[in-house]
């Protein structure tokens, strides 16, 4: 199923992403935020369990933010887990 994600407090605005019915990510991509690092989230989260992307990126920080675009990634996978 294709999934949006309205992020907050961080420089991507919003997160696209599929998760199939075995649990994987696919196909995430970032509007805005840090080009080349965003795509390598992507493109290592390819494929990956949910469950594992979460365990792996949640609460990563940016700066003084508090969260970080991996970070709000595992908020919009567990939004719709």
Not at 19 to 35: H, T
Not at 45 to 51: Q, W
Not at 58 to 72: F, H, L, P, R
Request: with cysteine; charged share 25%; hydrophobic share 35%.
């Amino acid at each position: 199923m294709n999934y949006e994600y309205l992020t907050n407090g961080v420089c991507a605005k919003k997160i696209t992403f599929t998760i199939d019915e075995d649990k994987k990510v696919r196909n995430v991509s970032f509007l805005g935020g840090c080009n080349g690092n965003l795509k390598a989230i992507s493109k290592l989260v390819e494929g990956m369990d949910a469950d594992k992307v979460i365990a792996i990126l949640e609460g990563n920080v940016c700066g003084m933010k508090g969260t970080s675009c991996a970070d709000q990634l595992t908020k919009a996978l567990k939004e719709n887990l």
